[in-house]
């Protein structure tokens, strides 16, 4: 690394370390508690972790600390079925509209007949529909394929959090059958709904989510094993719809002031894509009512501020 990038990992990595001091002692907002198994984490768990494009990583916290993935995963298999299904047959199911409701919010377009808003829970359950497979086995098979890809490791699926997830989730189970009953997902619900709360459930790390940042950042190309994970043309839809979409009702206001593609999920954590530049990632259960996590929303707020990395901004800096 030259000398001039081992400063900049240093100034960024310096000011990662203060804001994990100064946010720690922030106790606001409460972990989800609306599925059981959710609400038994240590709420004091925080760690900022990042990745560039070419590989550098930094960490400060409980970086190595695992949590389900949850919403996050809806990026990941946006991506698949646009690569599995080509944009077209996705957008006849899902749109790409900023919707502002809740993340589990029953609403469907009537004029077009889909699942408006591909980052809440009926555009994803839409989504999950579509992953291949005779069986439901081999459609877990694709999607744990899927993560594997990403992470370079075989994902773990927090079994008690799936069975309460599946226990508890008949308000996704009203989705599922209203967008069954409008021929926008097809007949199996139950086994689409038993993916759809295993992909949640996969278990990650601050550093997983700024790796699997970092290789969307990096237009598909993983940052250290250069294998392509996710087809060049399809990363440019998940920014987007990242950028839009992805922190639920709070998409318009992280847009305007954050300016960084992200999704975030009510395990705790926030996956933010610099395009180009890398992935930062924070971890931290403490939501708030949207259901973002409070101590992560601060630090995306402060590193866009300080280091000028909104996506719009004149002075946006370390594109190359
Ligand atoms: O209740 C669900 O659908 C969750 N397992 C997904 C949770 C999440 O992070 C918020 N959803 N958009």
């Keep these: 690394m030259s000398d001039e990038r081992e400063a900049r990992r240093a100034w960024f990595e310096q000011a990662c370390v203060g804001l994990h001091d100064r946010y720690a002692t922030l106790q606001e907002g409460e972990p989800a508690s609306y599925i059981p198994e959710l609400a038994d984490v240590d709420p004091d768990r925080f760690a900022i972790a990042a990745m560039t494009v070419q590989g550098e990583r930094i960490g400060v916290g409980d970086c190595d600390h695992e949590f389900t993935i949850q919403s996050i995963s809806k990026l990941l298999l946006y991506g698949l079925a646009l690569e599995t299904h080509g944009r077209d047959r996705v957008l006849e199911r899902v749109g790409v509209a900023p919707t502002g409701d809740a993340f589990n919010a029953i609403e469907l377009d009537d004029a077009t007949n889909r699942a408006p808003n591909p980052m809440v829970n009926a555009g994803a359950i839409a989504i999950t529909d579509m992953v291949a497979g005779a069986s439901v086995d081999e459609r877990v098979e694709t999607m744990r394929a899927l993560y594997e890809r990403y992470l370079g490791r075989t994902p773990t699926i927090d079994r008690d959090v799936w069975a309460s997830e599946r226990e508890t989730g008949n308000r996704n189970r009203a989705i599922a059958y209203l967008m069954l009953s409008r021929g926008i997902v097809d007949d199996r619900v139950e086994e689409t709904l038993d993916l759809y709360f295993a992909q949640c459930s996969v278990l990650v790390t601050a550093h997983d989510l700024a790796l699997i940042g970092a290789t969307i950042a990096n237009h ?21 719809v990242a950028l839009t979409c992805g922190m639920y009702d709070y998409a318009g206001e992280w847009a305007f002031s954050v300016g960084i593609p992200a999704k975030s999920g009510v395990g705790g954590g926030i996956l933010g894509m610099l395009p180009g530049v890398g992935g930062i990632a924070t971890f931290s259960p403490r939501l708030d009512p949207i259901g973002n996590s409070v101590r992560g929303l601060r630090v995306f707020e402060e590193l866009s501020r300080h280091f000028d990395l909104h996506l719009f901004d004149p ?3 370390w594109t190359r």
Excluded: I, K, S
């Excluded at 598909?220 to 987007?240: F, I, K, S, W, Y």
């Design 220 to 240: 598909g190309v993983h940052p250290v094993t250069a294998e392509q994970v996710v087809p060049r043309e399809v990363t440019r839809d998940m920014l987007t």
């Design 315 to 317: 002075d946006r800096p």
